[in-house]
């Protein structure tokens, strides 16, 4: 791949020479769905698939982005003398969106810079494509341009920022979190409140983990993503009125049953209980993990899945069906939805010798129900950003 991308930099910007090879993965997160932005902790892992890029600086002001993934779009040309998103922009908005919150956070850049893209992240999957994008861009704009004094994690801010504020998706930390700091065969067990992490090792002696494409697109943007968000602000905002708590994430499920009756909106006390109960499974399951109970873990990915189809409705029926199927097949230790929801994919953990059956039988019955295929993906957990060469 490497080179098939210094090919098409040099056919576009007339030579490679001076460009560097960089690399940014997808993730996965294993459990702990919808808690990032209520201050609770996720469990993600980066994957060996992701966006890879070739960039190098320019002399003027012009920035020039190109997606082989995206041929038809063709070269998208901005400037540093107007960082302002644009409907022609279309996917260049993403690299575009870090260029603007670098100069946002005082790290303006003093001249412009190309940068060709390819990635095998399945599009509209919800494994991340577009935080892998961002950290992509954030780990090329420190390197051309020497930013030193910026941590991965500050890359991580940075691309959250911008699809905050620039593209207008309201997402928590996990994504670019994970893009930016994972580690090979290792989960981050992060507390999104504090930012506090830990490696936790994922060894799997007799299974794989194993990540389904329902084919069904989402996008977070125009979804009930940020009508999610906010059900879960106002169901804070009620329990505030007696509590001191600064976020969902530090109610135990005790305390949130004590109290609960602060909430009068039934749906946002739905949408509460997800966030306080998910957050404990997520504790739960890294404990579990630890003390090599990979059945309990299994378990808890389940309870994790049916809280987000009925507490958080953001499953969708192709979804449940992937799961519901999974759930059926010995040798399947744990199945539920993976990333934002309302499509995308499911992540199973699947003994080693039932991985075939999983593949064939869903596979088979998912096509005569829905009318169209599923993707499989066996997983490898990989490492975070970097620059390649």
Not at 234 to 257: H, I, R, Y
Request: aromatic share 10%; charged share 25%.
């Amino acid at each position: 791949m490497k080179q098939k991308l210094f090919d098409k930099f040099t056919e576009l910007f007339g030579s490679s020479e001076g460009a560097h090879f960089y690399f940014a993965p997808g993730r996965v997160n294993l459990i702990g769905e919808h808690t990032d932005y209520n201050g609770g902790h996720v469990f993600p892992c980066a994957l060996t698939m992701g966006t890879y890029g070739v960039a190098r600086k320019r002399e003027d002001r012009t920035m020039h982005f190109y997606s082989m993934n995206l041929d038809g779009i063709g070269v998208v040309e901005a400037s540093l003398d107007d960082l302002t998103n644009k409907k022609e922009y279309d996917w260049a908005n993403y690299p575009l969106g870090v260029v603007w919150a670098f100069a946002e956070k005082g790290h303006t850049l003093d001249s412009g810079f190309d940068m060709v893209i390819w990635g095998d992240i399945p599009d509209g999957a919800g494994l991340s494509s577009s935080a892998a994008l961002e950290v992509l861009t954030g780990v090329i704009l420190t390197d051309l341009f020497g930013f030193a004094d910026l941590t991965m994690t500050d890359l991580a801010l940075f691309g959250q920022y911008s699809e905050n504020n620039f593209n207008g998706c309201n997402c928590g930390i996990m994504d670019q979190f994970a893009s930016a700091n994972g580690k090979k065969d290792n989960a981050i067990f992060l507390d999104t409140n504090t930012l506090k992490f830990e490696y936790a090792p994922i060894k799997l002696e007799d299974a794989k983990i194993i990540i389904t494409n329902s084919k069904v697109k989402h996008s977070l943007v125009d979804s009930a993503y940020n009508d999610r968000r906010q059900e879960c602000t106002d169901a804070l905002a009620a329990l505030k009125t007696k509590l001191d708590v600064s976020s969902l994430g530090d109610l135990t499920p005790e305390e949130f049953e004590a109290n609960k009756e602060l909430i009068a909106d039934p749906v946002q006390l739905k949408r509460a209980k997800h966030a306080v109960y998910e957050n404990q499974r997520t504790i739960d399951a890294v404990e579990a993990l630890k003390n090599n109970d990979i059945a309990k873990f299994g378990e808890l990915m389940n309870q994790s899945h049916i809280s987000l189809r009925d507490d958080y409705e953001v499953s969708c029926e192709e979804i449940d069906i992937l799961v519901d199927l999974a759930w059926k097949i010995p040798g399947v230790i744990g199945s539920r939805i993976t990333g934002g929801g309302f499509g995308g994919c499911t992540v199973s953990i699947v003994k080693n010798d039932a991985v075939d059956t999983f593949i064939e039988s869903i596979g088979k019955t998912y096509k005569e129900k829905v009318g169209h295929e599923a993707e499989f993906y066996t997983v490898d957990i990989g490492a975070g950003a970097s620059r390649l060469d």
